[in-house]
């Protein structure tokens, strides 16, 4: 199996449980790595046979702009959800960061792994 990765994609979005958070917009960052299998599309050379990473972070970077959850844990179910069902992939690894949430912190987020149910 081979692994797409994307890397901190930004997006500016609602998220948070504080009542400042609830109206005042915050940058995400978001990593993904996807499985898949790279053969047909290096064989033939073709956007087609190819996990299109273009479109999924289009898809991911509306998906999250437009949301409005209170946390990033349900975000990144979400995105993990919206990968494996829509873009058809096996396994997802999605890192979902909130940078400057905490003070004396870079940032604070969340890793989660899962895979197709069969």
Known sequence: MDTIFLRELQVTTIIGIYDWERVTPQTVSIDLEMATSCRAAAAADRIEDALNYKS???????????????????????????????????????????????????????????????
């Open 56 to 118: 999924v972070a289009k898809r991911i970077t509306g998906f999250v702009a437009e949301s409005r959850f209170q946390l990033i844990e349900t975000l990144a179910e979400r995105v993990a959800a919206i990968l494996l069902e829509e873009f058809e992939i096996p396994w997802v690894r999605v890192t979902l960061s909130k940078p400057g949430a905490i003070r004396g912190a870079r940032d604070v987020g969340i890793r989660i792994e899962r895979g197709a149910r069969p």
